[in-house]
């Protein structure tokens, strides 16, 4: 039992009783279901080429911003890890001696999801259950090398063994599409699909807003200097993502602030973002303004629209300025969905057929705001927890907290969100075990029936996701 | 078991072992306390005419905003549901096809309370157990229907049979109290209670606020256009409240800033309100100061004072503009109780005999704010847990974060605030449940013996509202 | 079982099966380690002049905060309790008097952490297990009186029973560690050590201010209207602390903002504060500024520091003008650290050796920023539950929503930050409950195996705080 104390087959349910019992049926009923991935960071390059992956440290740790961080909470050096920085100024890093530093490193994720992550990973893809320490290093990288070699570990059998019925990636409005273009080629558009996530060219502060723009109008052939021509580029570049599959758009914002300004108010704001002369409040105008305009195109044609919003992204300057995003520095925001989406929701909240989907990183938001929020507007749905609360107490959290209030109904189920494509079936995984969990927990408290939690956790485990994102 | 599990006997109780035999006990010693609810909003016709309800869509859903809310937000139409708009373009609509699309959709409601309160309802006054659906819809109906014709479903048999102590209404300030009078003729003034909530006179920003002024002055003889003489007023129209039972004012905002002005400031607040040309800020500003002077009047007159605050009501402005206000839109927002009271509690926090309930929709506020000010301040106390807290979980978190900083007694015992007098048993059933829950795992946890929990059991079921509400 | 049920050996674990099991387990590897106190304000004049002392309400009741603020909000007088106003109007009162209110009023405890702290004490230090009430109270009074008389309850023999290792009380920047010089005399510096707590010259609205300034001059020597001979002399007072042990410092501020001005600017700011014609927003930022230049300083010097961020204190303001500070009337706050730390972080953040410990009054921060931010930043540590917090569902809160972001290495260990020399004893025995039920709750859900656990219960109750505050 002890070696292989993180597969055991009940872990994360109750501890013992009914609940147990309960929570075993239940997960039982779902753990089997295809997974349906409506939202994440795969790179559509791995599915397009299908190529097999070579080094496991550079597939399973240094891409990997949850491991990352912790590391380097502990004084590890990104150098060391294989971190890339701008002036490249360590050159490559060994491999393996990645692995190694990770292994050595590895007590320190005990009670965090990636724990559970890549002890599922290790087993299912590479029948690894000893625990990662400094004595398996060697041993577990050489596994890992070999079976990466295997064809059943090229990325479009990783998909099959995953049981993926339907995966998207997420792409820039100004992204050329070519890897989507190739899976189009193969027919596999309906399995494999794009996102339109526009935040390349609807954040005025990021640094390559004018450039983007460029090339937005480039790509569209519309006059990308007036409102009009904007949205119009808007418009054509969602047409042809929906060509590659996608049914939905992503918008990471700092805040959840929106507006409903005039066509002059707008204009006037799209010349300064275009000199780069606007104010930090202007900036939150236009993101906001543009979240409105695109909550318009959806209702026009009919793409799901999704909100990430509360990130302070790079909060450490000097590793952004030296190695780049999204390498664990992104920290949490309070957030003020209710007087933020006001002018959006008044707007087309009400619209039949559109549909927004709302994601926090500000728990507080749950039971306060975003429960009661789509427990009313036709258009909304909650979305699973995200980044951060992606994990057991996470997803307790979350279902104490919004269920009473919004019901089952308006719960997008689950994203896994992630890049890392070997945590895929172990994050959707946890997910369906918190769900059995917390239907065994009404059940046992006579809440609902057997019968019934059944039912809701396919709803949740598959249903939910496909019919939230018109899959 | 499948068919009734809605009424199971230990339903909310801990799934088993120790904990579960304690709370049974202590459940046992609560469960036929008789119910103190000393704020709600039913409707004092009801008890004056004593008039049988008939149409059971009409008493049981149309007006119950948490049903529509839900109903709503997964696209059902408002005038299918009854609920009349301005225009009334669809005229009226059959009872019995709103109950059945209400069948038809029950299943939204699993993992509510909404779910537990009707539940709790059909069987207790209607002997209903089986769930409802498409395919009971029309027996249910009817069986509803020739029960409500009965005499023991009048509004006065249902409070016996709820075994109602005490109940309080609330009206407004400029409420003519015509059915209090009734009530006062019939002798029943100590059973069924007015509140004095005048917050139709002290929002500046309510619709109606100046022909509402005029009434107010017209009602009292008092000048209602200097600050003095509407204060007169409505020290005035409080005595009058008083006479008619009210023990107690209420008064519900958006936050809880209050202030403590000089009188010129009070005055000119007072000119511009009348004039309505007041910013947002000095709309605050007087509903702020208006907190400050129905706390001065209480210290005089000794009405025990409650704050309700946090609500953005109407947050669909089409929704409030077609159909009115109570249909399901009003959203939380964060409060700042810290701060915000700060200039009330200066002032009157130590006076011996003033009692202020609060009560949050930001449950962030229970661990951080509620329970170290109601910790502190003599004056104080904790209202339960409000609306879209008022659930199982919603008690589980409130029970968690202030007990411990808080005590028990500086709780205000549970209060029903509902419009829906068939659920207000099962409202005070549902609190009794997890009251004995929460003991139950002190006990278990040998923090307290079972004999101080049965003594604060029957302190948070009952003796601590009649004490915090002077009933 | 009754009359002991406040030290029943199982309290605070799980109530049965397999996670009491563990729990005992892990609790039976922790119950006997050595206390590390590395935060707190005991007195030192207590240890330096070993003295016993005399008087059970004074010991136990008047200088404890938790006590006497629930007291007050049941509308007790604190003239009543012994709480000296400053013009004394009262006199003196009798000690037993004090106590006999207290046990007629100890029910009001039930359910709080103080009820587990005061029993515990009772307990081990004076053989008393009956319950606090009425009838007990001579009684108990007598016996406490008695023991106190005893060698063993002085004060260095009670950190002896206490199983005290090291031990760090608090000291203002203009304190003259009169009785530190006494215990490095007795060559008991390393177990009894000081903190540099410099808010005496760091807050400008601290209403002795400049005769602090002119003081923390006098005792320096550098020219503390510069911007750098103010730097110079908290180098120089940190260094003298550090002789008398200190290996820390603590600064307590209302929020977390920081600030990294120029050197005009921060010029300006202290000519401003000299003069006391500051704005509330110019104060901030002194000391927003002043966090900075701390954590710069500990960069050179290598002392630890910490910040306890968002209590508004004196929340009562007649309360503080009549008998002073520390007296229950201090209210926690929202607090930013995600953006109010960004200035801080961005300049020492990444610094080798810098070590910064958090502690907050807000829990919503727990696992939208503390967590995140600690699980990035190289420098920081998330302290323990604080202050309110500081209670087994404040712990319960806290694991659950720090260690899966933060992991466990980024946690400082257990801090009882209490003036309270007799409770230290079981305020780290909750600690210790509180751990090893948390992780035998993982245990239980096959997170984590018994020998993992048991070795983080050691870390968390012991390594963790020596580590952090290198000790």
């Known amino acids: 039992m002890k070696q292989q104390i993180h ?11 009914a609940p147990l019992d309960v929570a075993r049926t239940l997960y039982n009923g779902v753990c089997d279901l295809p997974i349906v991935s409506p939202h994440g960071h795969t790179d559509p390059s791995w599915f397009a080429q299908n190529k097999a992956f070579s080094k496991p440290a550079q597939l399973l740790i240094t891409p990997d911003h949850y491991l990352l961080r912790l590391l380097r909470s502990q004084g590890r050096s990104f150098d060391a890890l294989g971190v890339a920085a701008h002036d490249d100024r360590h050159g490559a890093v060994d491999d393996r001696a990645i692995w190694r530093l990770f292994c050595k490193d590895y007590s320190l994720f005990s009670g965090t999801p990636s724990h559970l992550w890549l002890m599922h990973s290790l087993h299912q893809f590479f029948g690894i259950d000893a625990p990662l320490s400094e004595a398996t290093a060697d041993a577990t990288y050489d596994r890992i090398a070999e079976t990466l070699a295997t064809p059943q ?34 027919g596999m558009t309906s399995r494999i699909r794009t996102t339109y996530r526009p935040d390349d060219v609807t954040d005025p502060e990021n640094p390559s807003f004018t450039s983007n723009m460029a090339r937005f109008g480039a790509l569209t052939g519309e006059d990308v200097h007036t409102w009009k021509g904007m949205i119009a580029a808007h418009a054509a570049r969602r047409a042809e993502f929906r ?15 929106t507006f409903d300004l005039s066509l002059p108010q707008k204009q006037a704001l799209l010349d300064k973002a275009l000199k780069q002369t606007m104010s930090p409040q202007e900036a939150e105008a236009f993101r906001g303004q543009m979240l409105t305009e695109m909550a318009a195109l959806s209702v026009e044609d009919g793409m799901v629209m999704q909100i ?48 927004l989907i709302l994601f926090t990183l500000d728990e507080s938001t749950y039971a306060r705001e975003l429960a009661p929020l789509a427990g009313y507007w036709p258009a909304l749905r909650i979305g699973p927890p995200w980044w951060f609360h992606d994990s057991p107490q996470g997803m307790r959290r979350y279902f104490d907290a919004v ?69």
Not at 155 to 178: C, G, M, Q, S
Not at 243 to 257: E, M
Not at 445 to 450: A, I, T, V
Request: hydrophobic share 40%.
């Open 308 to 355: 990430h919003a509360g990130s302070f992204r790079n909060h450490d300057a000097a590793l952004f300025a030296s190695r780049g995003p999204n390498l664990g520095a992104d920290m949490p925001m309070r957030t003020d969905f209710v007087q933020g989406l006001h002018p959006l929701l008044n707007r087309f909240g009400n619209e039949p057929g559109f549909r």
């Open 403 to 471: 269920v009473e209030t919004a019901g089952f109904a308006n719960l997008a189920g689950f994203n896994d969100d992630t890049r890392a494509l070997l945590s895929i079936s172990s994050r959707h995984d946890v997910w369906r075990r918190e769900v059995s969990r917390f239907l065994a927990g009404l059940v046992c408290e006579r809440q609902m029936s057997e019968e019934s939690a059944a039912d809701i956790a396919i709803h949740l485990c598959y249903t939910a996701a496909k019919k939230a994102y018109n899959l």
């Open 153 to 186: 570990m090229r990325p479009l059998a990783i998909l099959d063994r995953a049981n993926v019925e339907v995966i998207a990636t997420t792409e820039y409005a100004t992204d050329p599409l070519l890897h989507h273009q190739v899976l189009q080629e193969k």
């Open 243 to 257: 060509a590659f599959g996608a049914t939905a758009t992503d918008h990471g914002v700092p805040s959840a602030k």
């Open 7 to 17: 597969m055991h087959p009940d872990r994360l349910l109750p501890p013992g009783g």
